[in-house]
């Protein structure tokens, strides 16, 4: 669903968050040939009580860092090609949000 000014901004942008750990687990899931079963094995930390040291393969950890970017940058698209239906510089808010996280993380 594209976002347009006569549509509802907060509707579309949460619904397309929501998406974002179901496209991410997706895209993981077909890269490294896991079931969604497998996929919450690896990810889980607990069983009970007891921790569990669950380790992931460097190319499994490469895959899921990769598919994360991917999952990311297609949100961003997404808002960069939404911000100019409303008349938003997406590239001037992003990196005044960059230049914030900068100052936030040297505090």
Known sequence: MKLTPEKNALYIIQTRLSEIPIAF??????????????????????????????RLSPSETKSIISQALVTFNDLGEFL????????????????????????????
């Open 25 to 54: 687990r997706s895209l993981v899931c077909k890269d490294n040939d896991w079931s969604i079963p497998t996929f919450y094995r690896k990810f889980r930390f607990y069983k009970g009580k007891e921790i569990l040291m669950i």
């Open 80 to 107: 960069k090609e939404s911000s100019s239906t409303v008349g938003i510089d997406f590239m001037e808010e992003t990196k005044l949000l960059w230049d914030a996280n900068k100052i936030i993380k040297k505090k």
